[in-house]
């Protein structure tokens, strides 16, 4: 996709900002000749919204993502689910895929094979200037189906390790597990260790529910779970990945 392109998407995604920006006790509403197809509640206090738009390449997918203190951050996709732009409207931030990558990122890759290398360039631009990062690691499907809110979603492990393009300096790395959407070609965070500076962090951004058009919940920005440490977060693994995780502890 060329740049005058992802500058048009980034565009369109940034008046959907707009109109989101005051929406966090209602619902959101997208750019005309778009529509919404999905809302995940997730763990961590927060709550995703997609939707695609006619006019953008086939596949394209735009996703709004709030927080406890309101909109966070806005992003755009290609179908191979490469992040192109992202906007983050509290550090004031935005960050764009670059011309030239060494090895794209390939959910068809992944689909395909189990398996999918990549490595690319974030250009960052924010207050403190602008800076390329390198993007490098891999996914991996396990083989496992895990089934959250009724949807069965792909597993997968992944490490992931960011660079500094200029000084090969790390700024951080990654590692934990995602899961994947197949029929939407998407991809949802799950638990992670996140290691910057000699401090590692535990997070857990797991899908809890997915609402879709016509559901209640679906483009309320309001996120429920976790935001609050003694709410109750509800998953349920297959009963097939319950018994083998029997058998694994009988041994």
């Known amino acids: 996709m060329g740049r ?14 707009l109109t989101a920006l005051p929406a966090l006790a209602g619902s959101i509403e997208v750019p005309e000749g778009c529509a919404g197809f999905l809302t995940v ?14 006019a953008a390449p086939e596949g394209t997918v735009w996703e709004v993502h709030y927080d406890s203190e309101g909109i966070y951050s806005l992003s755009v996709y290609d179908p191979d689910f490469q992040w192109l732009d992202s906007q983050y409207f509290r550090e004031n931030t935005r960050e764009h895929l670059t011309e030239t990558a060494p090895d794209p990122a390939s959910l068809g890759e992944l689909l395909e094979t189990g398996q ?9 631009e924010g207050p403190e200037g602008i800076r390329d990062v390198v993007h490098q690691g891999q996914d991996r499907l396990t083989g496992r189906t ?44 799950g ?3 996140f290691l910057q500076d ?4 535990k ?3 797991s899908p809890v529910r997915f609402i879709r058009p016509g ?20 998953y349920q693994p297959p009963a097939s990945a319950q018994r083998k995780e029997k058998r694994n502890d009988d041994l």
């Open 4 to 17: 005058t392109e992802r500058k048009w998407l980034l565009g369109l995604a940034g008046a959907t900002a």
């Open 146 to 189: 895990v089934v959250i809110d009724g949807v069965e979603l792909l597993e997968t492990e992944y490490t992931s390790t960011a660079m500094d393009a200029d000084s090969g300096e790390e700024i951080f790395a990654v590692a934990g597990n995602q899961y994947v959407l197949a029929e939407e070609r998407l991809f949802f965070l």
């Open 116 to 124: 999918d290398s990549y490595a690319f360039v974030i250009r960052e």
């Open 191 to 193: 638990a992670d260790s």
């Open 215 to 234: 559901e209640a919940g679906f483009t309320e920005m309001t996120p429920l779970y976790g935001c609050n440490a003694t709410e109750e977060i509800g």
């Open 41 to 54: 509640q997730q763990k961590g206090c927060g709550v995703s919204h997609y939707w695609r738009c006619e």
């Open 198 to 201: 000699g401090e590692e962090m």
């Open 203 to 205: 997070n857990d951004f």
